[in-house]
Each structure stands twice: as structure tokens, then as C-alpha cells.
């Protein structure tokens, strides 16, 4: 089971149950005995440039449940809806835009959109790592912290 959420990774995109996992370490979890509806979902995002993997990045996602208002519609039931709680995304990559406009409608379309934002900048800054070897006083790149 193990190899196989591993190659699943190859994809670029994976999501897991947040609440269960406690760190990295993969192996010493039961995939199948995992809850079926978590209270928070992490969606990693891995990055590649250059030929090699590069640091992986977070969307944690939660559920909310929104209460009918109008008067007619009392037999209507309440409303889940998603929303990021933290992330580890870069603040200049449009997230808070891609969420609403996607999230709730399209999460193949939300993971792509992220998935590609990500990919650009990482593949831009790798692409300038010869500048900054020429260079000492270029700025140097920091890892992911979350929001």
C-alpha cells in the first residue's frame, strides 16, 4: 500500500486525510481503516523542475455547513461548503481568487490551476539559479511556511 500512495505522487497532486496523518511517514498508517468523511483534507502539491523533485507544498481544507435564511425554503437542507483553513502556498500565486472560483464548483479545475501556478514559479526560480551562482548578492530562495 505503501508504494502505492508513493507512486500516486508521481502525479503531482495528492490528497489525504489530515486528521490521520500525524507526519510523513506513511507506512505505519491503515489506508483503509481512514475515517470516510475527514473534518480536514490536505491536497500536496509536489513540484519538479530541472530533472529533480523540489519542496512540496499544502492546501488543508475544511468543511463548513451553511444554514438555509429564507423563510420558504425551511424544508431545504444546510449547505456544505469547502474553504482553505492554511496553506503553505506562495502569497503572490492568486490562491484566495482560484478558491472562490473554484473550489466549491470544480476541485479537478482548483488543483490544476494551483498545481500550475506552482510549477511556474518553482520552474522560474530554478531557471535562475546559474544567475545567482554568478551572483552572491541574488536573493536567495526560502523554503514554504504555512499561513
Known sequence: MHDILMA????????FNANEM??????KYNIEKLHAT???VGIRFETFANASYHE???????RRVESQNDEDEDDQ???DTLYISKHTI???IPL?????RYLNRDLSTFTRLVS?????????????RPAAQDNPSFPPSEPAQID
Open 90 to 92: 506562495p502569497h503572490w
Open 8 to 15: 500516486y505522487r508521481l502525479t503531482g497532486v495528492t490528497i
Open 22 to 27: 500525524e507526519d510523513n511517514d506513511w507506512s
Open 96 to 100: 484566495r481568487d482560484i478558491e472562490k
Open 77 to 79: 437542507p444546510n449547505r
Open 116 to 128: 500550475e501556478h506552482l510549477q511556474e514559479v518553482v520552474g522560474r526560480r530554478e531557471c535562475s
Open 38 to 40: 475527514p473534518k480536514e
Open 56 to 62: 512540496p507544498y499544502y492546501v488543508m481544507i475544511r
